[in-house]
């Protein structure tokens, strides 16, 4: 089993993501994105780690390819979009042309979508849905928005299902068009 779990800020993905493997006596729980020193960020990370079972295992770490690759219980990953981020800023590439922030995504998306071929444990990895709104005023926004779309497509081609979350309901997708191009 290989989920991709999307859905806008605050619909439920997290929590239904959890839930499509909340009987699973251990899961390793990627937290792939970036901390920040922030009261808010704080308190919601705290309730995202009260949700889940005591005997997951929480890992802090942008190598979600490696982590997929040699799992051998399931794998909750949350999320691809603050994955995103940490990778610019690790990069301190938001100021880069559009092309080398293209290829710094597609470096780091192909070897978890080689990994997600070859996994032989339950796979969920969350998501933002992006680019369902106006076209924003920044352009990291953008940029953001353009990588998270394509990562999302070549993440969810090689999953079994996608679900899309909204206000708390879950929609299976249907058959993918193939990855981006």
Not at 89 to 113: I, N, Y
Not at 118 to 125: F, H, I
């Amino acid at each position: 089993m290989r989920v991709l779990v999307t859905g806008g800020v605050r619909s439920g993905k997290s929590r239904h993501a959890e839930l499509l493997l909340v009987d699973r006596p251990r899961v390793t729980y990627v937290a792939a994105g970036p901390v920040y020193d922030d009261a808010d960020w704080a308190t919601r990370i705290t309730a995202h780690r009260e949700r889940r079972p005591a005997t997951w295992t929480t890992l802090e770490t942008r190598d979600v390819a490696g982590v997929v690759a040699s799992a051998d219980a399931p794998v909750l990953v949350d999320c691809l979009g603050t994955w995103l981020t940490g990778l610019i800023d690790e990069a301190h590439a938001w100021e880069a042309p559009s092309a080398e922030l293209a290829e710094l995504a597609a470096a780091r998306t192909a070897p978890l979508v080689d990994a997600l071929a070859g996994v032989r444990v339950p796979v969920v990895l969350v998501t933002n849905e992006v680019g369902l709104g106006v076209v924003p005023e920044h352009r990291s926004a953008r940029v953001f928005r353009d990588l998270l779309g394509r990562i999302n497509q070549d993440v969810g081609a090689a999953c079994d299902e996608v679900h899309l979350v909204v206000a708390g309901r879950v929609l299976r997708l249907g058959d993918p068009i193939g990855p981006a191009r």
